[in-house]
């Protein structure tokens, strides 16, 4: 089931005292923010695709107006930093200098967000 299908929000089924979590796909906006909400999700998974994370741009307001949006709905984040994140995407070819983008890319988004 994708959230943006939801229309009504069904209960949250018993978790056995575990936290419910959603991967609510790919987020471009806070449209989803509500629909997790009501789910009764704790949890929302976010994919941090492409940017540069070292300075201001639109997507890093992107990121930081969707973060907002769910923590002040009190839904915590679990944040996926892929070969996605890192600017110019994943190279098979030159894994060595890749690994060191990613690594990069990863210290900047959490130092970020």
């Known amino acids: 089931m994708e959230i943006a299908k ?9 978790s056995g005292g575990f936290e419910i979590g959603l991967e609510a796909g ?28 070292t300075q201001d741009s639109s997507d890093t307001d992107k990121y930081n107006n969707i973060i907002n949006a769910y923590t002040q709905k009190g839904i ?6 892929g070969a996605e994140s890192v600017p110019g995407g994943y190279n ?4 060595a200098s890749f690994t060191q983008k990613y690594v990069d890319t990863a210290d900047a988004i ?4």
């Not at 939801?6 to 018993?14: C, G, I, N, Q, V």
């Not at 098979?92 to 894994?95: A, F, K, P, S």
């Open 26 to 53: 790919a987020q471009e906006s806070t449209a989803s923010v509500q629909l997790v909400k009501d789910s009764g999700a704790k949890w929302v998974r976010l994919n941090f695709i492409g940017s540069n994370w």
């Open 6 to 14: 939801l229309t009504t929000p069904t209960p949250t089924p018993d």
């Open 76 to 81: 915590k984040i679990l944040g996926l930093i």
């Open 92 to 95: 098979r070819w030159d894994l």
């Open 110 to 113: 959490i130092a970020r967000f």
